[in-house]
């Protein structure tokens, strides 16, 4: 596994990181988006909401006029409003210098940033590769590439979990949907590994946009040849469906289709891994929760929902305000204005969820980890299977898996929320 630069070592067992009271709105978000501070975010979301849950930043770190949403409420009804949008203008966040180099040009025509009426185009063609029926297939898949990467660390007792299954499992899995050729997997992820390298804007410097927009090229370039062939030849694949998919006539334009494929690739496999990682170590820090998940193998659907909810991949996204948006208690967003959903925050509101910082995993409740509304994540049926199956392999092989060391490595990104080393261990069957 590449490099992801340098980490911030948590201990296993920690308590929660105390808030100084005294501090205002601006000095809580400050911290919040601290790349170097990706600790104990819980109780700095939860002080930002009770200070302001509308809150206008004045961070440099957010666009000028960003307002930040830190309640379920405010989050849920953004997501859901037709007001509130993606599009090319959200897009320049990627826009690196403004140099509009080949990771920003190859963005803003990912699905995410069209114009609405493009994106519920694009959107409704591709749909139907990600129903539960069309992914079931994939559940096979899945829990053959888990075993297969138990099979190789198997006897060694122990692994850095996210190295060695979290982050290799779903790129796999993605790329088999997708239809790639077994002999550019590795080409294939040494790209993915860098243009999600540079995807978060907060964090990547200079080598990293430069290596950004490498991978954006060589990702054009790969998937241009790929879907011709599709056209030529079709295969029972993912490509083949983009390329033949037509609505009223009209099916995906080549800049279109390509950042189709580069969009579904990224993000089918790095918020999978994060939540692959995520699960492990809270489930660790539940380890009553662990042992039922162990016993009760039926707790399984409810589980994974409370695991995407208690600590979900994507932290936060931001949308447009093409219109005023009126919010509970008052707040309006001002048409043209930015806004940050920090799902992060939402999904431990306390007006929502008894005990939000406690992990139940027969709790049930809806959450907004793969958002609401029109941009909610088209690949959460697939998620939601690769978790649950990759989980229960897991379980059945290793049961005994464990933490090893006092401490993991989290990654330094601000938007994703993910661990980056995770050393566990685990029984070996005696002879």
């Not at 009553?288 to 600590?311: G, I, K, N, S, T």
Request: charged fraction near 25%; proline fraction near 7%.
């Amino acid at each position: 596994m590449k490099d992801w630069g340098p980490g911030i070592v948590r201990p296993w067992k920690a308590d929660p990181e105390p808030v100084d009271l005294s501090l205002d709105a601006d000095a809580i978000l400050d911290h919040i988006l601290d790349p170097d501070r990706r600790g104990s975010l819980h109780p700095f979301y939860h002080r930002l909401r009770a200070l302001a849950p509308c809150h206008p930043s004045r961070s440099p770190r957010l666009p000028r006029g960003c307002h930040v949403l830190t309640s379920y409420r405010h989050v849920d009804r953004v997501a859901r409003s037709a007001s509130a949008v993606n599009d090319p203008d959200t897009a320049r966040v990627f826009d690196h210098d403004g140099q509009q180099g080949a990771f920003y040009q190859l963005m803003r025509h990912a699905m995410l940033f069209l114009e609405k009426a493009d994106h519920d185009r694009v959107r409704r063609l591709v749909y139907k590769a990600f129903t539960p029926r069309a992914i079931a297939p994939l559940r096979a898949l899945t829990e053959q590439t888990a075993n297969a990467l138990l099979d190789a660390v198997a006897s060694a007792g122990r692994m850095d979990f996210v190295r060695d299954f979290a982050y290799p499992l779903p790129i796999r899995v993605i790329g088999r949907l997708l239809g790639l050729p077994d002999e550019a997997q590795a080409r294939v992820e040494e790209w993915a590994w860098d243009f999600a390298r540079a995807g978060d804007p907060m964090t990547a410097d200079a080598e990293t946009i430069r290596r950004g927009n490498l991978a954006a090229e060589g990702f054009y370039g790969f998937f241009e040849s790929l879907l011709d062939e599709r056209r030529r030849h079709p295969q029972a694949d993912l490509m083949t469906t983009l390329v033949q998919a037509e609505e009223d006539g009209r099916g995906l334009g080549r800049e279109e289709a390509i950042a189709t494929c580069v969009l579904l690739l990224q993000a089918g496999h790095e918020t999978t891994a994060d939540l692959l990682g995520n699960a492990i170590v809270n489930l660790f820090a539940h380890p009553h929760e662990l042992a039922r998940l162990r016993e009760q193998r039926e707790l399984m659907p409810m589980a994974v929902e409370e695991l995407l909810r208690f600590e979900p991949p994507v932290q936060l996204s931001m949308r447009l305000a093409r219109e005023p948006i009126a919010l509970e208690g008052g707040s309006i967003l001002p048409k043209g204005s930015l806004v940050a959903l920090v799902y992060g925050a939402a999904n431990r509101d306390p007006e929502i969820y008894d005990e939000p910082d406690v992990l139940r995993l027969e709790r049930g409740a809806q959450h907004l980890a793969f958002s609401a509304g029109a941009y909610y994540c088209i690949g959460n049926a697939l998620a939601r299977s690769e978790i649950q199956t990759a989980l229960r392999v897991l379980l059945d092989r290793i049961p005994t898996i464990r933490p090893e060391g006092d401490s993991f490595v989290q990654r330094r990104t601000v938007r994703m929320r993910g661990p980056q080393q995770l050393p566990v261990a685990w029984d070996l069957p005696q002879s």
